[in-house]
């Protein structure tokens, strides 16, 4: 006899009961009591737009009434009077910190895109420090999902043995939580949804498990009894929508309109680009040239300004804001280039005028293109001691039969650690001390893994997680790859190669399937939900006989050492993953990181950068571009840095870094206060060159970053001619004449060129100096003085949007950054002033040096001038004034360098010189 729990089950079946005993079965509006074995929910292409893959009803169910009496199925002897075959657990996920800027690489893991947070930004803070420029919605190679989602909600404190009676209770702790089943693979539309949580079947409870007495206590997740309801008639093949909350629906709409424009467009092929350029960058381009002003100020007016410390952030000013005394037209404006129109389609589309039955498939198109994910095989009940509930047959299943079908969500071991952490550190960097695990997740327990790969696995479909260990002699079903040729191997192999803009075509073709497991581990896990494994019968299973898999050996080995430790000794609850069958695993997801790394700069000592030469940057796993557009890197010539490094010094530039860093008497700035100096004095010279010129400092935004970030740029033409004088005498024309060849340009100008230093950081704002450009500009960094033995130091985005990579600054090597090049400061703690011991002169110092260049022309020149307008003080704004350029610092045909620049602001001695 079944023994099912599911207490006050009656509440809801009445309401089922009633609808189910119309004389009238197949009447609509009672629904549909499947014939046995017919599948009762489909998973399928999806009926929304570049929503990959969604949940379909296999029949008709009234509005009202329990979900999960209808899309179960049926078996024969089935009583539509009973509870439900299944229903779903809810998984709690007891660490926030699982995502950047506390760990790891990425700013949203693809799992955590089927994880409902305990409220808006608990797990992904998708809000604050957004990078500038704003990254838009159709850019992101991956949604997500639900962690803009709050739609639903889970309880720590849910309904219980005691508290299911009491009317005045009410569940009000919520957690984080992963719900395999509907939760995780119903999608969202907010004007259609039609199934919704019924909260008050839940429950939460051991199943009378009590630690530390009880092994199994702590185990298996407590929360279970997930029902849910139709909100209105389903009809037979409808999407089943949940409602995911006004936040993802505002990001989807805009999403979903934006990949609209850009659907069917080709890449554009760019000269020496890695790759062709994605039209994805469409989207930020229009963006950008909408924001670049008709009329900027003039050198003239922005110096006035700036002699007495009023400089203006402009990014900051409404657009009708025009705080200085005189302002010119900022010609060439990029809104205003013919032809540019017929880049973008600006015309809008209602996402909410769809046709009557738009989500609605034939039962036969869901067969064809869809896979079953419950039939009425299966059921839940309880099992033995330790194991909490369990997964039954409900007729006899066939040796080689498919059990069941699950999507899974892939994760990192360290994924599932949990650090020791405080919420209230003083600074975000010290908030996740990683020295210190404190815990494991649960969702360990529902995971499956190679002890040698850094991947594993956990399954997303209804029942799956429900399998308990039967061990070698018991189980009797076990894990395998869709076959090829099968519905399942055609369906993934689309899910998991669709490009985002991609839309399901019913003559889809499979001819890769099985794709991830060619793929590096680095690779699978960045398409969580886009893969899937069977459960296949390994002999003839019976009725109401338990399904039982294989847990492995190691789990039995670490279960028998956790059962026999005295009750009192343990260290926790049971934590180990589930082992995957021999060979499951491919070899190339062995014995392998799980860390991205930039191939270029992974073995320099056994192949140096060759002067001169620009190259992508590319991953060390899989050998694609981080970014074919932005990410790159230019070999400089050996010793470069040390020789700029003694120019700096010779002009006094490090000193006046030394004194502001440790903020010193005359030296101690404000937040975003900047002041000019003579840096000369500091350099203890008698050289009239260097006691002429004048730099500006600045310190950025440190109240808002907390860091101590100082801007050293020249301030009049002779610190300006110097620098430059410095980079070219140093060797750094080799560099630029690297890019200019590689990107095919005919001139390259360095309008801009800066110094940077600090030496404690805890957040920075992640951003791109050069964008919009036409793909004809660069901002290349590198090091003069860096802190040995320390972490990376700057961040990269990858054109993903969404992984960052921390690169450690090197001697005579830049890093190139166009146009929407993503990156930042990363935390660290060299030396921080406010708590200095008194040896300021000995204190660790950090800097850097970026020069942005450009060819600068008619296509991007406004753009170049609103830029260069920015945050910096920018006092040699007028070079933007006319083209050509006053100054050329290199040209394809040799005839400008650094020293000696071309240009039209070019004099007779200088085209002698050259």
């Not at 009656?10 to 046995?36: I, M, T």
């Not at 991956?142 to 709050?150: I, K, N, R, T, V």
Request: charged share 25%; hydrophobic share 35%.
């Amino acid at each position: 006899m079944r023994l099912v729990l599911f207490f006050l089950y009656l509440v809801l079946q009445n309401l089922s009961v009633e609808a189910r005993s119309s004389d009238d079965d197949n009447d609509e509006r009672s629904g549909e009591v499947l014939p046995p074995g017919q599948c009762g929910l489909y998973l399928a292409p999806s009926s929304l737009p570049f929503a990959g893959l969604g949940l379909f009803s296999g029949t008709s169910i009234p509005a009202n009434t329990p979900l999960n009496n209808y899309i179960g199925g049926t078996y024969p002897g089935y009583n539509p009077n009973d509870p439900p075959l299944w229903t779903d657990i809810a998984i709690p996920i007891a660490d926030d910190y699982k995502a950047l800027p506390f760990r790891g690489q990425q700013l949203c893991p693809s799992w955590l895109g089927y994880v409902w947070p305990k409220h808006l930004g608990a797990l992904v803070n998708l809000w604050n420090n957004q990078p500038f420029p704003t990254v838009q919605p159709g850019l992101p190679k991956m949604d997500p999902g639900l962690q803009l989602a709050d739609g639903i909600e889970f309880f720590m404190d849910d309904y219980d043995e005691e508290t299911q009676n009491d009317d005045d209770f009410e569940p009000s702790t919520r957690i984080n939580a992963f719900s395999p089943g509907l939760a995780s693979l119903a999608n969202h539309d907010g004007d259609f949804v039609n199934i919704d949580r019924s909260y008050e079947s839940s429950r939460v409870d051991y199943e009378g498990l009590k630690a530390p007495w009880d092994a199994g206590a702590g185990a298996f997740t407590p929360h279970h009894n997930m029902l849910y309801t139709a909100y209105i008639d389903v009809e037979k093949g409808m999407e089943l929508f949940l409602d995911y909350g006004p936040k993802f629906h505002e990001h989807i709409t805009k999403r979903n309109k934006q990949l609209r424009d850009i659907q069917g467009k080709k890449k554009r092929a760019v000269t020496g680009f890695a790759d062709d350029i994605s039209r994805d960058w469409d989207l930020m381009e229009t963006q950008e040239k909408t924001q670049c002003p008709r009329e900027l100020p003039t050198e003239k007016a922005k110096r006035e300004r700036l002699k007495v410390g009023m400089g203006v952030d402009s990014s900051t000013l409404a657009s009708d804001e025009k705080p200085y005394i005189e302002y010119r037209p900022n010609d060439h404006h990029p809104e205003d280039e013919e032809g540019d129109e017929e880049e973008y389609d600006n015309e809008e589309e209602d996402d909410d005028d769809k046709p009557d039955g738009w989500n609605v498939k034939p039962l036969e198109w869901l067969y064809d293109n869809g896979v079953c994910l419950s039939s009425g095989k299966l059921w839940i009940g309880n099992t033995t001691e330790d194991a909490g509930r369990a997964l039954f047959a409900t007729t006899g299943i066939a040796q080689g039969e498919i059990v069941l079908t699950s999507p899974l969500i892939a994760l990192r071991r360290d994924d599932f650690r949990i650090y020791k952490s405080d919420p209230d550190a003083e600074h975000e960097r010290d908030t996740v001390d990683k020295s210190t695990v404190i815990a494991e997740e649960l969702l360990l327990n529902y995971a499956y893994g190679h002890p040698k790969s850094p991947m594993l696995f956990v399954p997303t479909a209804p029942m799956a997680n429900f399998i308990n260990h039967g061990g070698e002699e018991d189980a009797n079903v076990q894990i395998r790859w869709p076959t090829a040729g099968s519905k399942t191997a055609r369906l993934f192999d689309w899910a998991y190669n669709r490009q985002k803009e991609d839309i399901y075509d019913d003559k889809f073709e499979s001819r890769n399937h099985n794709a991830w497991l060619k793929d590096h581990p680095i690779d699978v896990m960045e398409k969580s939900g886009k893969l899937a494994f069977e459960y296949v019968a390994l002999r003839e299973i019976k009725e109401d006989e338990e399904i039982l898999i294989d847990y492995g050996s190691l789990w039995d080995d670490a279960w028998d050492e956790f059962v026999e430790t005295d009750a009192y000794a343990r260290s926790g609850y049971f934590r180990h993953p589930i082992g995957v069958p021999d060979g499951f695993y491919p070899d190339n997801w062995l014995d392998v990181s799980d860390k991205y790394e930039i191939a270029e700069i992974q073995d320099l000592e056994n192949n140096p950068l060759e002067p001169g030469v620009a190259l992508p940057m590319t991953w060390a796993h899989n050998g694609k571009a981080l970014s074919p557009k932005y990410g790159y890197i230019v070999g400089l010539e050996k010793g470069f840095s040390d020789r700029f490094l003694e120019y700096s010094e010779g002009t006094g530039v490090i000193e006046l870094y030394r004194k502001l860093l440790t903020e010193q008497e005359g030296f101690r700035l404000k937040s975003d206060q900047f002041t000019t100096y003579k840096t000369g004095v500091l350099a203890n010279t008698s050289n009239a060159s260097v006691e002429e010129m004048e730099f500006f400092a600045q310190k950025y935004k440190a109240d808002e970053y907390k860091f101590n970030m100082h801007f050293v740029a020249a301030w009049n033409e002779a610190a300006r001619k110097s620098i430059y004088e410095g980079l070219g005498d140093a060797g750094f024309d080799l560099a630029i004449k690297g890019i200019g060849e590689r990107f095919g340009y005919d001139n390259i100008t360095c309008f801009h060129a800066s110094y940077m230093g600090m030496t404690h950081c805890d957040k920075a704002k992640p951003h791109s100096d050069i964008y919009a450009t036409q793909d004809k500009s660069w901002n290349i960094v590198f090091p003069l003085i860096t802190v040995e033995d320390t972490d990376p130091e700057l961040s990269i985005l990858a054109e993903d949007m969404n992984t960052v990579v921390g690169v450690h600054y090197l001697k005579d090597i830049g890093y190139a950054m166009g146009d929407f090049g993503y990156h930042q400061t990363r935390p660290s703690n060299y030396f921080d002033p406010a708590r200095s011991d008194g040896e300021e002169s000995a204190a660790p110092i950090r800097v850097v040096f970026g020069a942005y260049c450009s060819q600068v022309d008619e296509t991007n020149i406004a753009m170049l001038r609103h830029i260069y307008d920015g945050d910096d003080p920018a006092p040699f704004a007028d070079q933007f004034t006319e083209l050509p350029m006053r100054e050329v610092h290199w040209t394809k045909m040799g005839n400008a360098t650094l020293r000696h620049p071309g240009g039209s602001g070019m004099t007779c001695e200088d085209e002698i010189a050259n």
